[in-house]
């Protein structure tokens, strides 16, 4: 699809919600405690079910019964505690999602009205290019790109980026290690003005998480013009 052809597919509500992939939020949440009440489930079933050799009618028994098993030994405290934990957590974490899950559909209209709203006043749809750095994400190493106007004249975007990747080259682990904590402390990983990650990068640009699914985001800058607080939004149906 021509940038010219996804503007005008983004001009329209409708459009612009069927095209883009809007921030998960709410349904992340309430999905997790949903999937974490079915793994204590589990662990509450399996507890119950080594401790009483598999006799069903005491598992039904003593399926909500917190102090059902006694533990004995070292660790037996811990094990006393993840039982409570195994019992009781289900008890909170499944009301928790439904009540995220339907928060999530009652507001997700107006969050996508909102976001139609702020993208006609002050976004713009973006180019992501590799800028060949990760960031430190909790546990693993997550890529960051340059993005900056689709509509800009070809190499606008790829060129900076280029540029950046073949520095980074240059620079040894400490180097590199400086490069990513700067990104990280700039608010990479969300989104940043470009020249707080790096002053050579393109003021009119920013940098974020590399994304899946296609070279074309949507951003839509802060309403106050700050560096920090940029949404970016992938676009469906398009070829990684």
Same mark, same amino acid.
């Given at each position: 699809?021509?940038?010219?052809?996804?503007?005008?597919?983004?001009?329209?509500?409708?459009?612009?919600? %069927?095209?883009?992939?809007?921030?998960?939020?709410?349904?992340?949440?309430?999905?997790?405690?949903?999937? %974490?009440?079915?793994?204590?489930?589990?662990?509450?079933?399996?507890?119950?079910?080594?401790?009483?050799?598999?006799?069903?009618?005491?598992?039904?028994?003593?399926?909500?019964?917190?102090?059902?098993?006694?533990?004995?030994?070292?660790?037996?405290?811990?094990?006393?505690?993840?039982?409570?934990?195994?019992?009781?957590?289900?008890?909170?974490?499944?009301?928790?999602?439904?009540?995220?899950?339907?928060?999530?559909?009652?507001?997700?209209?107006?969050?996508?009205?909102?976001?139609?709203?702020?993208?006609?006043?002050?976004?713009?749809?973006?180019?992501?290019?590799?800028?060949?750095?990760?960031?430190?994400?909790?546990?693993?190493?997550?890529?960051?790109?340059?993005?900056?106007?689709?509509?800009?004249?070809?190499?606008?975007?790829?060129?900076?980026?280029?540029?950046?990747?073949?520095?980074?080259?240059?620079?040894?682990?400490?180097?590199?290690?400086?490069?990513?904590?700067?990104?990280?402390?700039?608010?990479?990983?969300?989104?940043?003005? %470009?020249?707080?990650?790096?002053?050579?990068?393109?003021?009119?640009?920013?940098?974020?998480?590399?994304?899946?699914?296609?070279?074309?985001?949507?951003?839509?800058?802060?309403?106050?013009?700050?560096?920090?607080?940029?949404?970016?939004?992938?676009?469906?149906?398009?070829?990684?």
């Amino acid at each position: 699809m021509s940038i010219a052809a996804l503007q005008n597919q983004l001009s329209t509500p409708s459009g612009f919600a %069927a095209a883009v992939k809007a921030p998960k939020g709410l349904l992340t949440g309430a999905i997790g405690s949903l999937v %974490a009440a079915v793994f204590m489930v589990g662990m509450n079933l399996f507890q119950l079910g080594d401790a009483s050799g598999w006799d069903w009618k005491l598992i039904e028994r003593y399926f909500l019964t917190a102090d059902a098993i006694e533990f004995t030994g070292r660790r037996s405290g811990v094990a006393e505690m993840l039982r409570y934990v195994w019992v009781w957590g289900p008890v909170l974490m499944v009301p928790l999602g439904i009540v995220l899950l339907i928060l999530h559909f009652a507001m997700k209209g107006r969050k996508g009205a909102q976001l139609f709203a702020d993208f006609q006043q002050r976004g713009w749809i973006g180019r992501q290019r590799s800028l060949a750095v990760s960031v430190q994400n909790g546990k693993t190493q997550t890529p960051i790109a340059l993005v900056g106007p689709a509509a800009a004249p070809e190499g606008y975007v790829d060129q900076p980026a280029m540029q950046f990747a073949e520095w980074t080259k240059t620079l040894d682990k400490k180097g590199i290690r400086e490069v990513s904590n700067t990104a990280l402390k700039a608010g990479a990983l969300i989104a940043a003005a %470009a020249p707080t990650v790096h002053p050579n990068l393109p003021a009119d640009m920013i940098v974020t998480k590399e994304q899946k699914g296609g070279e074309l985001v949507v951003v839509i800058p802060p309403a106050n013009g700050a560096s920090k607080g940029h949404k970016v939004l992938m676009i469906k149906g398009q070829n990684a």
